[in-house]
């Protein structure tokens, strides 16, 4: 059976020229992932550090810290801004979401 959160290597991904193939392990308690309203990136010389949250006002919480080298981060950017370009190319443009106020979150009022 095929995992379906497997993600086939690309050409350039390996150090090798030639066709390799990496069986990752995906903990299954990993495969809903987890929920992230804002986000914290900072750096070293060495690795970027980027801790995603979940921010409910009065209180937040830290769902996952991912830290990668400076040359992964550029990858990754990469990748994203691909995927971005498919998204809206299917869906639609995406207008970047308002600035966080900084309790984290713009106060609503009814009217």
């Given at each position: ?21 990496v ?18 990136v900072?750096h070293?010389?060495?690795?970027f ?10 209180t ?21 801004q691909?995927?971005m ?12 979401a ?11 009022t009814?009217h």
């Amino acid at each position: 059976m095929t995992d379906p959160y497997a993600t086939p290597l690309r050409k350039g991904d390996t150090m090798s020229k030639e066709k390799q193939e990496v069986k990752v392990n995906f903990p299954e308690r990993l495969h809903g992932g987890v929920y992230a309203n804002n986000m914290l990136v900072r750096h070293t010389r060495e690795e970027f550090i980027m801790d995603f949250l979940v921010v409910a006002p009065p209180t937040g919480a830290v769902t996952a810290r991912v830290i990668i080298s400076p040359g992964h981060m550029k990858r990754v950017i990469a990748a994203l801004q691909e995927n971005m370009k498919k998204y809206e190319q299917s869906f639609g443009q995406v207008e970047a979401a308002p600035e966080p106020t900084p309790s984290g979150f713009h106060s609503f009022t009814k009217h």
